[in-house]
């Protein structure tokens, strides 16, 4: 049986990956606008840094990690997200005293979570995200959302929608976590066992039940909106304010928690609205994260990021229809009759290539009609024919395959010909 692919992956061939490498140069150009350094790290990190950041009892960490042991017994993880290598980054390499602050970063890499793969959703797949940390101005907030929804903006997408919650700081969580304990208590036997016990480890993340959502409990549960402290809701006030003085619309919703534990103060996910997206509508998700450099080890310093997708965004684009076509062409083939020309031609082609041109000559023994076909099936722009009769006169005909028009060039004058007729 031939061997197949593994489930949840997929192959990214030529003709779609020119799609990707597209959004990513643009991603790339978003950061050096908005001053965002790249930062790579290791596909692999000890499990422990996952268990202690994304959270001992979310779903990524209970049920989706690739958990291996290594050959010494070191439980290693491949990171389900990006997050929480950066901020270990960042710590271990005392960024935090670099003169220039906040530590703005990118990421562009791939992530595993074992999960049950579906439209939009993957085994492995490539997070572009951002971080910044070491500043906890709301303004800094609005910037990374503001990085995100411009990417969006500038490759076209419109029918997004951001929404946002704070979930407060750590006083107004606690106060929430009471109440949210007090409601489902007393009726918690009517939920599914996931839910049972969550109420004990993290009573917010019932909120996000996808099993018990209808339950009227639901819909009646406290709202963290209504147990923020005065500064977690002056925080969250210019949050919005900075987002309203960019035209950036949003919604607040006060049951967006996120799948992640190490969120505090604003939590935001944009939405794609396009029809035909299918189920899964989530395009990015981020938030504040004051307090997880030093759960890694590393000085008291706040954060904000966000992660999305390249799969999600390129659905959300073709969903819109905005996703430019690709057209390639080639600057020059070679049309070579004969083994003398043959031979002539594999170092004329290291000249043009050298001189930055692209071109191609034949490898398969075709004829020059078939070569002729193959030129056009490039969309080569220059046909350069030799064949043992213009090696021996020193000249060779250069065929402007757009105009039909042909010119005989003498040979060593073809390149700057070439270059000329780019
Ligand atoms: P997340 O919400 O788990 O957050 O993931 C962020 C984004 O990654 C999602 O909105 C979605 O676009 C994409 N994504 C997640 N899982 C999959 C999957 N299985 N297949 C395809 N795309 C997926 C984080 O990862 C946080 N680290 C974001 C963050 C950065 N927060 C602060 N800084």
């Known amino acids: 049986m031939s061997i197949q692919i593994p489930r949840g992956t ?97 990421y562009l890499g791939p992530m595993f979570r074992y999960e049950r793969p579906q439209a939009g959703r993957y085994r492995q797949f490539v997070q572009f995200g951002v971080e910044a940390i070491g500043s906890d101005d709301p303004a800094i907030d609005a910037e990374v959302i503001s990085l995100a929804m411009e990417l969006y903006r500038e490759l076209g997408l419109k029918k997004l929608r951001l929404v946002l919650n704070s979930l407060g700081d750590s006083a107004s969580r606690k106060a929430h976590r009471d109440a949210l304990i007090a409601h489902f208590k007393p009726r918690i036997g009517e939920f599914c066992e996931d839910c049972r016990h969550r109420l004990e480890t993290n009573p917010l993340r019932i909120l996000d039940c996808k099993r018990d959502r209808e339950h009227e409990l639901m819909s009646s549960a406290p709202s963290i909106l209504d147990y923020l402290n005065d500064e977690s809701r002056d925080y969250f006030d210019k949050v919005k304010k900075y987002l309203e003085d960019m035209e950036i619309e949003y919604v607040v919703d006060p049951t967006l928690v996120r799948g992640l534990d190490y969120y505090n103060h604003t939590a935001f996910e944009i939405m794609s609205d396009a029809e035909g997206f299918g189920a899964i509508t989530t395009l990015c998700g981020g938030g ?32 819109e229809g905005v996703l430019p076509p690709h057209e390639e062409s080639i ?9 003398k020309a043959m031979d002539y031609a594999v170092p004329l082609l290291q000249e043009i290539r050298r001189e930055g041109l692209s071109a191609e000559k034949d490898y398969m023994g075709r004829k020059m009609k078939a070569q002729f076909k193959a030129a056009e099936r490039m969309n080569a722009k220059h046909a350069l024919i030799i064949g043992e009769d213009e090696l021996e006169k020193g000249k060779a005909a250069v065929k402007d395959l757009q105009t039909g028009d042909q010119e005989i060039v003498p040979l060593e004058n073809i390149v700057d010909f070439l270059i000329r007729g780019k």
């Not at 504040?288 to 959300?316: C, H, K, T, W």
């Open 288 to 319: 504040r994260y004051n307090g997880l450099v030093q759960d890694v080890g590393g000085p008291d310093q706040p954060g904000i990021g966000f992660a999305l997708s390249i799969e999600r965004l390129i659905s959300a684009l073709e969903a």
């Open 10 to 106: 997929q192959d990214i061939l030529p003709g779609e990956v020119e799609k990707w490498q597209f959004i990513e140069q643009k991603a790339k150009d978003i950061c050096k606008r908005y001053l965002y350094k790249e930062i790579r790290t290791p596909v692999f990190e000890h499990t422990e840094l996952f268990q202690r950041s994304v959270g001992d009892t979310t779903d990524i960490v209970q049920k989706e990690m690739y958990t291996f042991e290594d050959r010494g017994s070191r439980s290693l993880t491949l990171r389900p997200e990006g997050t929480a290598a950066v901020v270990r980054s960042y710590a271990e390499n005392k960024m935090y005293g670099q003169t220039v602050q906040p530590v703005k970063l990118y």
């Open 331 to 339: 600057d020059c083939y070679i049309i070579a009759l004969g083994e």
